[in-house]
C-alpha cells in the first residue's frame, strides 16, 4: 500500500471537520475499511487519485467508485430501512 | 445614513413556503426497483404530511402556527447591508446578505428542525433520532425537538464526536442525546465495534444507526430526520429567501446575483429557490451555487506547456499543470459534484437556471477572514465558500463600473469551527506539498516540450 498521502488533510463536506486521505480511504465508506464514495470528488484535484487506487486497491472496489453515478437519496434511505425491518425480523 | 439592517417585524413574516416542484419538472423518485416510491415505503421514518410535502407539487403551503411561533424566536432574520465590506472592496456593487447565523442553533437548519419536529409531534411520535456531521443538525434537531417536548437522540461521526465535544454540549443543553458512532445501542453498531473497535466511523454508518433506532421502536413512535437533500427540507429553507424578497422591496432593490454555498443545497435552495420562480418568470437574475474545490494545482503544478486535452490535440499552452494525462471524474464537467446535492438543485442546473461555481480552501478562508473583519461575523466554514464568491464578483462590479446588487446567505457562524480559522491564520492550510517524486512525475510527461517563460509586467 503506497501511503505517501495517508496525512494529506482537507475539509470534509459531509462531516464539515479536517479528514485525512487515510480516513477517506480507509473509513469514509458505510462499512470499516470501505473507501468514501466522494473520495474520487474530493481529492481528484490534489494527486491523480484514480490511478492510486487503481495501483492500491481490489479492482472491484475502484470499479465501483469510477463508475458510480449520483444516487438519490432516496435510495440509500430505502435500502436503509429495509435493512434494519430484516435485522428486527431476524 | 444607510441604514445596516432591513427588518421585518413578526407580522410580517411569510406565513407560506414556496414549493418549486409546482414549477420545474423533476422526475418522480423511484425506488431501487425502479418502480415509484410509495408513500408507505418512508412511512417507517418519516410522518405522513411530510411524505405529503416530499411529493407535493402545491405552489403555496402553509407554515402551521405553531412553526411560526418558534420561528418568530429569531426570525424575521435580518436583512444585512454590507456597508462595511463594500467600503473595503471599495465596490459600486450593494452587497446584501441574510444573517441566518442568529437562529439559537447559530445556522439556518432550525429552519426546517422546527417544522419536522412539529409535524412529527401532532403525528404522536415522542422520539427523534437522526445524524450529524460536524453537530449543526444534531444542534438545530435538538433545539426543534426541544421546544416541542420531544426526545431526540443523534449519532455522531465519531471523528467528530471527538473533534467537536461542545457540539455535544449544545445538543445535551437542549436535551438531546448525542452518542459518538459507531455506538452500542443498535445492531449494526455493535457489530462493527465488535470488529472494529477503533473505528472512527463514516457518516454511513452514522445515518445507518440513526434508522435502524427509530425503525427498530417497538411502540412505532420514533421516527427519523435528516436536515438537507430531501424536497421538503428544501422546501422549509424557503422562508430564508421569501423573507429576503420582502426585505428588498422595502429599500427597492433587487438582486441581480444570488450567491449561496451548496453542500447539501439546503442553505442555497432556502435562498434562491423563491428567486428561481422570477428567472422562470422572466427577471434577468444570475444564480450560483458555490461548491468547494480544493484545487491546489495553480499554486503547486509545475508551469508548463501542456496540452489543455487528454488526447493532446490541442495546442500546447503555458500553463500550470498535473499533466495533461491526469483524468477529473467526468462529474466534474459542470463544476458542481452531484454527489449527495438536492435533486432540484441538480435539476435546475440541468436546465440552465443555476450557474455552478467552485472555489478553493484558501479563497474560502481569506474570504471568511475579510467578511469578519468588516461585517464583524465570524462565518462557518462551509459559508466562506459563498463568500469567496461575493468577492469576486463585486471586484467584477467595480472592474466594470456597475452598481451590480448582490445578495448572498450568511448561512452560520464559525464559533465551533475555530479550529479551522487557526489552521489558516497558521499558514497551515497551505501547506499542502505535493509529495516528493510526484511533481518529478509530472515533469517526466513535459520533458520533450519547450518551457514557458516566467514573464513579468515592468
Given at each position: 500500500m503506497d501511503r505517501r498521502w495517508d496525512d494529506c488533510e482537507r475539509r470534509c463536506p459531509r462531516l464539515g471537520g479536517p479528514v485525512t486521505f487515510a480516513y477517506c480511504r480507509d473509513h469514509g465508506g458505510d462499512r470499516p475499511g470501505a473507501p468514501c464514495g466522494k473520495l474520487l470528488d474530493c481529492w481528484w484535484e490534489r494527486f491523480d487519485v484514480a490511478a492510486y487506487l487503481q495501483a492500491n486497491l481490489p479492482a472491484e472496489t475502484v470499479a465501483k467508485l469510477l463508475q458510480r453515478e449520483p444516487r438519490p437519496k432516496i435510495h440509500s434511505l430505502l435500502e436503509m430501512i429495509a435493512r434494519a425491518r430484516q435485522d428486527l425480523d431476524d | 445614513m444607510t441604514n445596516r439592517k432591513i427588518l421585518l417585524t413578526e407580522d410580517e413574516m411569510p406565513r407560506q413556503w414556496y414549493n418549486i416542484l409546482a414549477d420545474i419538472k423533476l422526475n418522480p423518485p423511484l425506488g431501487p426497483d425502479g418502480n415509484p416510491i410509495k408513500p408507505e415505503d418512508l412511512a417507517p421514518v418519516f410522518p405522513m404530511k411530510l411524505i405529503e410535502q416530499e411529493v407535493s407539487t402545491q405552489r403555496w403551503i402553509d407554515i402551521p402556527d405553531a412553526v411560526q411561533s418558534v420561528y418568530r424566536i429569531w426570525r424575521p432574520s435580518p436583512l444585512v447591508r454590507a456597508l462595511s465590506l463594500e467600503k473595503v472592496l471599495d465596490t459600486p456593487a450593494r452587497i446584501y446578505f441574510k444573517?441566518?447565523?442568529?437562529s439559537p442553533p447559530g445556522s439556518h437548519k432550525p429552519n426546517t428542525a422546527v417544522p419536522q419536529a412539529y409535524y412529527n409531534k401532532i403525528s404522536g411520535i415522542e422520539r427523534m433520532t437522526t445524524e450529524t456531521g460536524a453537530g449543526q443538525w444534531g444542534c438545530a434537531l435538538s433545539f426543534a425537538c426541544s421546544q416541542f417536548g420531544l426526545e431526540c437522540k443523534v449519532f455522531m461521526v465519531r471523528v467528530s464526536f471527538d473533534q467537536k465535544p461542545y457540539r455535544k454540549s449544545m445538543m445535551e443543553v437542549w436535551n438531546g442525546r448525542c452518542v459518538a458512532s459507531?455506538?452500542?445501542?443498535?445492531r449494526a453498531g455493535r457489530e462493527i465495534l465488535a470488529k472494529f473497535p477503533d473505528t472512527p466511523g463514516s457518516l454511513g454508518i452514522a445515518i445507518s444507526e440513526a434508522i435502524e433506532a427509530a425503525v427498530s421502536d417497538p411502540s412505532g413512535k420514533t421516527r427519523y430526520s435528516l436536515g438537507s437533500v430531501l424536497n421538503h427540507v428544501m422546501l422549509h429553507q424557503t422562508i430564508i429567501g421569501l423573507e429576503a424578497k420582502l426585505q428588498l422591496a422595502k429599500v427597492g432593490d433587487y438582486p441581480d446575483v444570488i450567491i449561496g454555498c451548496a453542500g447539501g443545497g439546503s442553505n442555497f435552495a432556502g435562498l434562491a429557490f423563491p428567486f428561481v420562480l422570477d428567472k422562470i418568470n422572466g427577471k434577468a437574475i444570475e444564480i450560483y451555487p458555490v461548491e468547494p474545490a480544493a484545487c491546489p494545482t495553480l499554486t503547486k503544478a509545475p508551469f508548463v506547456y501542456d496540452h489543455g486535452d487528454t488526447a493532446g490535440y490541442t495546442p500546447l499552452l503555458p500553463m500550470h499543470s498535473l499533466g495533461h494525462s491526469f483524468m477529473p471524474p467526468p462529474l466534474h464537467a459542470g463544476g458542481l459534484r452531484y454527489h449527495g446535492m438536492a435533486p432540484t438543485v441538480s435539476q435546475l442546473v440541468d436546465e440552465g437556471l443555476l450557474t455552478p461555481k467552485s472555489v478553493n480552501q484558501l479563497e474560502s478562508y481569506a474570504a471568511g477572514i475579510t467578511l469578519a473583519r468588516s461585517e464583524g461575523i465570524i462565518p462557518a466554514p462551509e459559508t466562506t465558500h459563498a463568500l469567496a464568491t461575493v468577492i469576486e464578483e463585486a471586484q467584477k462590479a467595480k472592474e466594470e463600473g456597475r452598481e451590480k446588487v448582490i445578495l448572498f446567505n450568511?448561512?452560520?457562524?464559525?464559533l465551533l469551527d475555530l479550529g479551522a480559522y487557526d489552521k489558516f491564520l497558521a499558514g497551515q492550510l497551505s501547506n499542502f506539498e505535493l509529495p516528493e517524486g510526484v511533481i518529478a512525475e509530472s515533469e517526466k510527461v513535459f520533458a520533450h516540450y519547450p518551457k514557458p517563460a516566467h514573464l513579468k509586467r515592468g
Open positions: - | 444573517n441566518e447565523s442568529v459507531p455506538s452500542n445501542e443498535t450568511w448561512s452560520g457562524h464559525g
